[in-house]
């Protein structure tokens, strides 16, 4: 499998000439999603979710798919009638030729007076990438390559490091980074390497490995 980090928190997996790209949202690149045979997106927030960059998929492409939480479901099925799948947490279902399962039901809290959205993770293809959104999920199965929310409003150092340990993944790929400066990123790279317990790495958005 080919993945390919782009901007902020979205992922592209390519298998067997098919594309799977997950949370092509307002940091991203314009053209994150197009191409995709199916997308995913995990919740609402505008760095996950933008409709113009989903449109531009759906209608550059009438296969093309979207899997998602009922939050953003409602907020574009009408457009694509019969291409919009709701999904929750313990769901199962394949997209583009990739098994997914689905883990978790609530964003991170960001702060205790904001009320908390729902927010859902995808397991890809029994465990080779999982991709949480934006929480701090741990999913009941082996995780090999985990998208790691390496900075957020909600999150601090010691609970993404505490997070890899959790996961125990064989590696961890930075994702939710867009606003996570040149002159930190040692920072980070040195501690969640060096106590995290898994190797951690870190793609230039555009720039690929395979998984």
């Given at each position: 499998m080919k993945l390919t980090k782009m901007s902020h928190a979205c992922v592209r997996l390519e298998k067997?000439?098919?594309?799977?790209?997950?949370?092509?949202?307002?940091?991203?690149?314009?053209?994150?999603?197009?191409?995709?045979?199916?997308?995913l997106v995990t919740h609402e927030h505008p760095d996950h979710f933008d409709e113009g960059r989903l449109r531009a998929a759906m209608e550059a492409d009438a296969a093309t798919?979207?899997?998602?939480?009922?939050?953003?479901a409602e907020q574009i099925s009408a457009?694509?009638?019969?291409?919009?799948?709701?999904?929750?947490?313990g769901d199962?279902?394949?997209?583009?030729?990739?098994?997914?399962?689905?883990?978790?039901?609530?964003?991170?809290?960001i702060h205790p007076d904001i009320p908390r959205i729902t927010n859902?993770?995808?397991?890809?293809?029994?465990g080779q990438v999982f991709h949480p959104g934006d929480a701090l999920t741990v999913p009941d199965h082996p995780?090999?390559?985990?998208?790691?929310?390496?900075?957020a409003p909600w999150s601090?150092?010691?609970?993404?490091?505490?997070?890899?340990?959790?996961?125990?993944?064989?590696?961890?790929?930075?994702?939710?980074?867009?606003?996570?400066?040149d002159?930190?990123?040692?920072?980070?790279?040195?501690?969640?390497?060096?106590?995290g317990g898994s190797e951690h790495l870190r793609l230039t958005p555009g720039d690929s490995a395979e998984v």
């Open positions: 067997d000439g098919r594309t799977l790209v997950l949370d092509p949202g307002g940091f991203s690149e314009q053209d994150a999603a197009i191409g995709a045979d199916a997308i798919e979207i899997w998602t939480l009922a939050s953003v457009a694509f009638p019969g291409r919009v799948h709701t999904v929750g947490h199962t279902f394949t997209a583009a030729g990739f098994d997914v399962q689905v883990h978790g039901e609530l964003h991170a809290v859902i993770g995808y397991l890809v293809d029994g995780v090999e390559t985990l998208m790691l929310p390496v900075q601090k150092i010691s609970e993404v490091i505490d997070y890899v340990r959790e996961v125990k993944p064989q590696r961890a790929y930075d994702i939710h980074d867009a606003l996570l400066t002159l930190a990123r040692p920072v980070y790279d040195r501690q969640i390497g060096g106590l």
